[in-house]
C-alpha cells in the first residue's frame, strides 16, 4: 500500500509541474502550455487532482494517482498513494468495525482547523474523520444498520451523516469529542447524500424523491435542523449529491435513472455541458476536477461480482478511464476539499 512518504513525493511531482506549467503560460501563451499539458493520449493527466476511492473488493479507502491508467492495491509502486481501513485500528475496536466497517460507501476530503480529513461512511454503519496523511481519528461512530451512505463536516466541526434505508439525516456533535453522539435529526426517505455548501450556508441532503436545503441552529454542542427549502426531483431514486466545483451554485444530483445539475441561485433544475452524454442510469458518484473540469464518474460494472460496485472509472471532458485491479469501487471522487462556495 501507500505510504506518507510516496504522497509527499507525489504531491512534490504535482507542486512541480504547477510551477513549469506556470512558467510556460507566462513565456510561451496559453495555447503552447495546453499542448505540453497533454498525455500521449490527450488527457491533461499531469494536473487533474488526485482520486480518493471506497473500495468495498477490500474493505479500503486509497487515494490514487488519476495519472495512471491501472492502480494495484498490492504493489507499492502501482499508483495507491495512501490507504485506510477501519479493520484492525486499535482506536476504533469500540465500534466493532468487523461489522460496523461493511461495504465503504463514501469518500470526502475536507479541510477543517488548518487540517486535513478523510470522511468516509460505510453501509454496516461507521461513519469517521480520518486526518490525512496521519490517520489520526477525529470523530467516529457506529450509526446503526441504516445503511449510512454520505457524510459531511461542517465548519464548526459538527459531521451530518446520511442514511439510506433509515431514512435520515443526523447531525452529530462531533465538535464536542471524538465519540460525540448527541445530535438532531431530520426524517428524509432514501437518504443518499449530504452537502454542506458555503455560499448558501445551508446543508443540502438527497433523498429518494427530494432535494432539501437543511437551515443549522443552535448551540455546536447541541445543534438542530429545520427545513429551508424542499425540491422534488424529476425522477426517483437520490442517490449522489456534489458541488459542481466548475459552476458555484450549482449542485450534481443523480438518481436511479439520469444526472442532473441543480442551481441553489436559480432554485431550478438547469441544464449543463456535455449532459447528454454524462447522464445515464446508476451513476452511484460524479464530481468535476475544480482544477481541469474534468468529470469523474462512478457506475456499475456490468459482470461485476458485486452488482452496485466497478473496477473501472470513467472520465469525461477529455475522456478516458482509470482501473483498480480486482476492485469493487463503490464511490470515487477527486481529492479536494473544494465546497464549491
Not at 507542486?15 to 513565456?27: Q, R
Not at 499539458?37 to 474493505?59: C, E, K, N, P, S
Not at 502501482?78 to 477501519?86: K, M, Q
Request: aromatic share 8%.
Amino acid at each position: 500500500m501507500g505510504s506518507g512518504s510516496g504522497w509527499l513525493s507525489g504531491v512534490g511531482a504535482r507542486w512541480l509541474w504547477a510551477v513549469l506549467l506556470t512558467a510556460s503560460l507566462v513565456t510561451v501563451g496559453p495555447g503552447a502550455a495546453q499542448a505540453r499539458g497533454r498525455d500521449a493520449a490527450g488527457a491533461f493527466a499531469a494536473a487533474d487532482a488526485h482520486i480518493v476511492a471506497a473500495d468495498q473488493a477490500t474493505r479500503s479507502v486509497y487515494v490514487l494517482d488519476s495519472a495512471r491508467r491501472q492502480w494495484d492495491a498490492d504493489s507499492d509502486e502501482a499508483g495507491v498513494l495512501w490507504s485506510w481501513s477501519a479493520d484492525g485500528r486499535e482506536s476504533l475496536e469500540d465500534l466493532d468495525p468487523g461489522v460496523t466497517w461493511t461495504n465503504p460507501s463514501e469518500v470526502k476530503l475536507r479541510r477543517f482547523g488548518g487540517r486535513r480529513y478523510l470522511l468516509t461512511t460505510a453501509s454496516g454503519g461507521l461513519a469517521a474523520v480520518v486526518g490525512y496523511p496521519d490517520r489520526d481519528v477525529y470523530w467516529a461512530a457506529d450509526t446503526g444498520t441504516g445503511n449510512t451512505h454520505s457524510i459531511e463536516l461542517l465548519p464548526d466541526g459538527n459531521v451530518a451523516v446520511a442514511a439510506s434505508t433509515g431514512g435520515w439525516v443526523r447531525l452529530y456533535a462531533a465538535s464536542a469529542g471524538s465519540r460525540a453522539t448527541r445530535h438532531a435529526q431530520y426524517a428524509l426517505p432514501g437518504a443518499h447524500g449530504v452537502h454542506w455548501d458555503p455560499r448558501t450556508r445551508l446543508l443540502w441532503a438527497l433523498g429518494s424523491r427530494e432535494l432539501v436545503a437543511l437551515r443549522v441552529h443552535g448551540p455546536a454542542d447541541d445543534p438542530g435542523l429545520s427545513v429551508a427549502r424542499r425540491v422534488e426531483l424529476p425522477t426517483r431514486g437520490g442517490h449522489d449529491l456534489a458541488p459542481v466545483l466548475g459552476s458555484p451554485g450549482r449542485l450534481w444530483v443523480t438518481t436511479g435513472s439520469a444526472v442532473y445539475q441543480y442551481s441553489t441561485t436559480r432554485e431550478a433544475f438547469a441544464d449543463y455541458r456535455l449532459r447528454s452524454r454524462i447522464s445515464a442510469p446508476g451513476v452511484k458518484s460524479i464530481g468535476d476536477d475544480p482544477n481541469t473540469g474534468r468529470v469523474l464518474v462512478t457506475r456499475p460494472e456490468p459482470g461485476h461480482a458485486c452488482a452496485w460496485c466497478t473496477s473501472t472509472l470513467v472520465l469525461y471532458q477529455p475522456d478516458g478511464t482509470r482501473t483498480l485491479l480486482r476492485g469493487g469501487m463503490y464511490k470515487a471522487r477527486w481529492w479536494s476539499p473544494d465546497r464549491g462556495g
